[in-house]
């Protein structure tokens, strides 16, 4: 099987040697699950790969939609961009300080936005801070840049068509979330979010998809996704809790050759939420 991680990582001595260079863009895109109780913003003052800038996952969003971190209006990303000193034409590197984790929901936004050249730090944080390599700490300002979005609505899903896929087989619905989460064994983290999954989809969770902070070989990404019954030639959305490890799962079906994977934005924090959507659970006697 080919590895097609190469076009979606550099290593961290690719870096390392291009640090500084004009059209490079370091992007430290750093998000955890509200019960860890980290914040991303304040680690990142505390420390960051030189030059880094800080990717605000929850407010380079939609705030107005109720739900978490959905993606932005095209101009509000654009905007954002531009304070940050991320332009057209850039090469972007994006990590996070858990390996692989929230990285690929950023690399994911750049791509739906339109970003044309944009990867992810094999290793992320950890890996670099292991090999010894310099970190700074305080907020990087870059010169304004202007960037160009251009929404890619075939990378996204919404309710509807979740449910119209669900109903018809329209496409596989890959549930990213730990396997008690969606077996409804386990509470979900957010206020007013019901247990369980959505009836039809299948359960990939992503701590399966990593290994010491890295995406797994190819190899063995299809194992997982064949042991769950998922066939990459078939039209694949991916969803989680709240659309950040459904990214990850998205990589990793790329990387085993899927070619047609779309996000579902509102995932779990969406559909658990609304009392019109039917919900599984394991134990179900149906």
Excluded at 16 to 45: I, Q, S
Excluded at 46 to 64: K, L, M, N, Q, S
Excluded at 129 to 146: D, I, L, N
């Amino acid at each position: 099987m080919s590895d097609r991680r190469d076009l979606h990582f550099v290593s961290t001595d690719w870096l390392a040697d291009h640090l500084g260079a004009p059209d490079l863009v370091v992007v430290d895109g750093t998000w955890f699950l509200p019960p860890l109780g980290r914040d991303g913003w304040l680690e990142y003052l505390d420390g960051h790969i030189p030059g880094a800038v800080f990717f605000d996952v929850d407010e380079i969003a939609d705030t107005d939609s109720g739900l978490p971190h959905m993606l932005a209006r095209p101009e509000k990303f654009a905007s954002r961009m531009r304070a940050l000193g991320i332009g057209d034409g850039q090469k972007i590197v994006v990590y996070d300080a858990l390996g692989l984790f929230s990285a690929p929901r950023v690399w994911w936004t750049f791509k739906v936005m339109g970003a044309r050249d944009v990867v992810l730090l094999d290793g992320g944080l950890p890996k670099w801070r292991a090999e010894g390599r310099p970190v700074e700490s305080g907020e990087v300002e870059r010169t304004p840049r202007h960037f160009t979005a251009r929404l890619d609505s075939s990378q996204v899903r919404d309710f509807d068509a979740v449910a119209a896929s669900l109903a018809g087989g329209g496409a596989q619905v890959v549930d990213a979330r730990p396997a008690d989460r969606f077996a409804g064994s386990a509470p979900e983290p957010r206020p007013g979010v019901r247990a369980g999954h959505m009836p039809g989809s299948v359960n990939v969770p992503f701590p399966s998809l990593v290994a010491d902070g890295r995406l797994k070989s190819p190899e063995e990404l299809a194992a997982v996704f064949a042991d769950a019954g998922v066939d990459p030639a078939k039209p694949v959305i991916t969803s989680c809790g709240s659309g950040v490890t459904a990214a990850l799962a998205a990589l990793a079906l790329d990387v085993v050759g899927a070619r047609r994977v779309a996000v579902y934005d509102g995932s779990w924090a969406e559909w658990g939420s609304r009392e019109d959507a039917p919900i599984a659970k394991v134990d179900d006697p149906s």
